[in-house]
């Protein structure tokens, strides 16, 4: 718990439009980034919003796709030590295996900063890393559930992400954390809809015919918008209102989800923030300023979106991002 | 003579699918419960049917490339440029009768690739095929630019959600392609051509077959069905998901048309039958999202029903019943 109380940096939208003035230690730094490759949209997403904070720091970025392979992503690291950048952002495809790589980054004094994703090396290697924190992504959804309902008795249906998967742990933690102790609340089913549209939409559309045509059903919660997505169309097709007689909450606020919100079928969204960059890029300027070392553990922020959050213009700064 | 007339209904498969449905009766006691809402029917038997679709139709191509003693990976891949492309052309203001001629005419491509690889340059299909399974999904990655692209045009989007005479649109077009396909295949020679040179082709070309037009043919015909599904699955989601689309479906299609009792050594093929057991496979789905299991079960109950229905379509399982009536028939003239 210490972790998630501190330092909360302020990413997301509120850093994209600031205009505040960086310090100087950044500007014609030259910094290598590493990227996995582009599985998602929230990666791309990642990706672009990387290189829109160096344009805005004046850092000249170089960046790498590693195509989901460890050996490109060593390859890259190994070219940026060649090149001799100030400092290189990875985000690390695995967790195992960097030792060699980071150790040699540490031999030419070129500050290492993890993002998105933790690796198993020794805490010496790397700067600090910059994640997410995804049992809290679940609480905060699972506290708006439980702000929202009151005492009224609700009977949830959750759409887990791809069984056994870290993202999928974490944020049936949270949101089962966030409901302990109300006991008007229930999970009542819960089955994996892998993460996608047409897999959420199918098991909803299960969940539906299982709970008398969806009349005992008074929630759902998505462990990502996309699976939302498919939840919504199969609530609709079962002659109900999504956000209305099924309330839907889910986590990432992809720029679709925000669409679902302007016509109300959706009701509440939790930011997995694609601004990793933002925090790092910070934290190195403080690091070359104050000499002093940063936290080894960024958390960004968990935010919570509805519709009070103006969704058409989230929709709007979000499209272009590459989501 | 009664009994000789129904038997052809009375296999192993049918009998698995009685079988898998009653099981999810007993453990979702509504499961049969179909009601009239929306100007369609609505309920789990018509969820099985409508998701069971996309791999009942990858199903069909399938069948005809296994009898050809082949297998196409890549079906999962073209229904990602499939929907890829259909989707992508409506969003830049194409008519969707366009988009859709489009994708499908991708689709035949990417099988004719597949072909013409297989027949002429004569790699062996497993290979040929995971060329295109892997690159293809790059393909429809490239053109949707990584992200999902969504689209509101009613047509392609009927063709995923729509409903015709209250059956969901999906549903209908795999019933008229099932027909059309059983038509072609067994009411001309195509279907002897396709058995013959699964069995031998170099005896089948011998015998006057021009084999390597043929099995271009087939795959291209297989393409052309994954490319219906992937405009189904596009339709459904109103978006064409190049990440997730089709991901993994080549193995059902290939494991539906071995419930249906087709060899993987090629020759005698039934392209019915594979369409039954992808709704074994839908039902098996479907019941498992109805009865409450946790999803750290589905693939084992999953594995459960297919070494069962396997075991009854071993020949072992049809040497003993072989025997059985064998004896009763002997018990039967000896009383």
Not at chain 1, 218 to 247: E, F, S
Not at chain 2, 157 to 163: A, H, L, Y
Request: with cysteine; proline share 3%.
């Amino acid at each position: 718990m210490k972790f998630f109380t501190k330092l909360a940096v302020a990413a997301g939208v509120a850093a994209l439009l600031s205009s505040a003035a960086y310090a100087d230690s950044l500007k014609g730094k030259t910094i290598g980034f590493s990227q996995i490759g582009s599985e998602s949209g929230w990666r791309a997403a990642e990706t672009s919003v990387t290189k829109q904070q160096a344009e805005k720091r004046g850092i000249n970025l170089k960046f790498a796709d590693a195509q989901q392979k460890q050996e490109n992503q060593i390859k890259a690291i190994r070219g940026f030590i060649a090149q001799g950048v100030d400092a290189i952002l990875v985000a690390p495809v695995v967790s195992t295996g960097w030792d060699a790589v980071l150790g040699e980054a540490k031999d030419a004094k070129i500050p290492v900063i993890l993002l998105d994703r933790g690796v198993d090396a020794p805490q010496d290697l790397y700067l600090t890393s910059v994640a997410s924190d995804q049992v809290k992504e679940g609480k905060v959804a699972g506290d708006w559930l439980v702000k929202t309902v009151g005492d009224k008795k609700c009977n949830v249906v959750e759409l887990q992400g791809t069984v056994g998967s870290t993202p999928a742990i974490n944020r049936k933690k949270g949101f089962e954390e966030a409901i302990k102790g109300h006991d008007n609340i229930k999970i009542v089913r819960s089955q994996t809809g892998d993460f996608t549209r047409s897999k959420g939409k199918e098991v909803m559309e299960g969940f539906l015919k299982a709970e008398d045509g969806g009349k005992n059903i008074c929630a759902m919660y998505a462990h990502n918008d996309d699976m939302a997505v498919g939840g919504i169309q199969a609530i609709k097709d079962a002659g109900l209102k999504p956000g209305k007689d099924v309330l839907v909450v889910s986590v990432d606020a992809v720029p679709d989800i925000f669409k679902a919100m302007m016509t109300g079928e959706a009701n509440a969204t939790v930011e997995l923030t694609p601004n990793m960059a933002g925090p790092a890029f910070d934290a190195l300027d403080a690091y070359w300023t104050s000499k002093k070392a940063p936290e080894k553990f960024i958390i960004t922020e968990s935010k919570l979106y509805t519709p009070n959050d103006d969704p058409k213009k989230v929709y709007e700064e979000k499209k272009g991002l590459g989501y | 003579m009664k009994l000789k007339k129904l038997s052809p209904l009375v296999n192993p498969q049918s009998i698995a699918l009685v079988v898998v449905l009653l099981v999810n009766w007993a453990l979702f006691p509504g499961f049969f419960n179909v009601t009239w809402q929306d100007g369609r029917l609505f309920g789990s038997l018509i969820d099985v049917l409508n998701r069971g679709v996309p791999v009942a139709i990858l199903a069909i191509g399938m069948s005809a490339v296994i009898a050809t003693k082949g297998v196409d990976l890549s079906v999962g891949a073209v229904m990602a440029i499939s929907g890829a492309v259909a989707a992508t052309l409506v969003t830049d203001g194409y008519p969707a009768s366009v988009a859709v001629i489009a994708a499908l005419a991708i689709g035949v491509l990417c099988g004719v690739w597949n072909g013409v690889l297989v027949a002429f340059l004569e790699i062996q299909p497993i290979i040929a095929t995971l060329v295109l399974m892997v690159a293809g999904r790059g393909i429809a990655q490239l053109i949707t630019a990584g992200s999902i692209v969504t689209f509101a045009d009613p047509l392609l989007i009927s063709i995923g959600t729509g409903s015709f005479a209250g059956l969901p649109m999906p549903v209908v077009i795999a019933i008229v392609l099932l027909f059309i396909s059983v038509f072609v295949v067994r009411s001309s020679a195509v279907g002897l051509f396709i058995e013959s040179v699964g069995v031998n082709r170099a005896a089948a070309s011998l015998a006057g077959i021009r084999s390597g037009l043929l099995l271009v043919a087939v795959y291209g015909f297989s393409g052309f069905c994954a490319a219906i599904s992937g405009l189904i699955v596009a339709g459904d989601i109103k978006g064409a998901d190049a990440n997730n689309a089709g991901l993994w479906l080549e193995l059902d299609a290939i494991l539906a048309v071995v419930i249906g009792g087709t060899s993987l050594l090629g020759g005698r093929f039934s392209i019915a039958m594979s369409v039954l057991g992808a709704i074994i496979i839908q039902a098996m789905n479907t019941g498992i999202l109805v009865s409450g299991f946790p999803p750290e079960f589905n693939l084992v109950v999953k594995a459960g029903v297919i070494i069962l229905i396997f075991t009854m379509q071993s020949p072992l399982a049809t040497r003993l019943i072989e025997m059985r009536k064998t004896q009763r028939a002997v018990a039967r003239k000896a009383s």
